[in-house]
């Protein structure tokens, strides 16, 4: 009778993530007071301990650079990202980048600058919520020049890319283009709504996502990923899959 009614109903699927299996969180706003992300010394290093908590191995923190509100360089994200690694004294690996703002500017950094990268010249970088830039092509083109291997932050949280095109083809598109689709672990429990949660799945199931991160901004999102994310099967799923390049960071 039992199975007739797991039949009949379904039965929810349950996991339990190992987070150690991603390692290395390579997208997150951890830098006190320079972005809109951590508030506090305090707050960086409680979030940094949740990311200890659920076994990762390396946090690479990526604080905007924006032209319009946050005017970042290197000389405000390294030196904080030094004191804080002292803080850590060896607890977890720690360092930063940047998630660059593709506006004009950003551009105009490409010729002009040493950008700050992941890894292996591995280049964050993100659009507009709210309109599709129309030079897509080009700031994809100009990194390639640069020999930098773009990365785009969070391509489901862009509406225009699923509304403005079928299906999932611009994303494909993208990925003709040596760009690599960086997923958000909150995407995964509709915390941006439920069209991106959508969106985030399809991704997964068409094997379009190369790294998975949390863009943490504050201990609200750490305590979500601990909560909920932590019984997502997309992203067991995506775990799975084999194609995350995360892992690739700690060599």
């Not at 790294?211 to 994310?229: A, F, N, P, R, Y």
Request: charged share 25%.
């Amino acid at each position: 009778m039992i199975s007739i009614f797991k039949n009949i109903f379904g039965k929810k699927e349950e996991v339990n993530i190992d987070f150690s299996q991603i390692g290395v969180d390579m997208h997150s706003h951890l830098i006190p007071a320079i972005d809109d992300g951590s508030k506090s010394m305090e707050d960086s290093l409680k979030m940094i301990q949740g990311f200890i908590d659920l076994g990762y191995k390396k946090v690479i923190t990526t604080p905007h650079i924006m032209s319009d509100f946050y005017q970042n360089s290197p000389e405000t994200i390294l030196p904080p990202t030094d004191e804080i690694k002292k803080l850590l004294n060896g607890e977890i690996e720690f360092s930063a980048a940047s998630e660059y703002y593709a506006d004009a500017e950003f551009l105009n950094k490409l010729q002009t600058e040493k950008l700050l990268c992941i890894a292996d010249n591995y280049l964050l970088f993100e659009f507009s919520f709210l309109e599709e830039p129309n030079n897509v092509a080009e700031v994809i083109f100009q990194m390639g020049l640069k020999s930098y291997k773009p990365i785009l932050a969070h391509p489901e949280r862009y509406p225009y890319f699923t509304q403005k095109h079928k299906g999932l083809s611009k994303f494909e598109e993208l990925k003709s283009r040596g760009v690599d689709l960086q997923l958000n672990l909150l995407s995964l429990i509709g915390h941006y709504g439920p069209e991106v949660k959508k969106t985030a799945e399809q991704l997964i199931d068409a094997n379009l996502i190369d790294w998975v991160s949390s863009d943490c901004h504050h201990q609200g999102h750490m305590k979500l990923i601990k909560e909920k994310v932590s019984k997502s099967v997309y992203l067991q799923k995506l775990i799975d899959s084999g194609r995350l390049k995360n892992q690739s960071l700690l060599k």
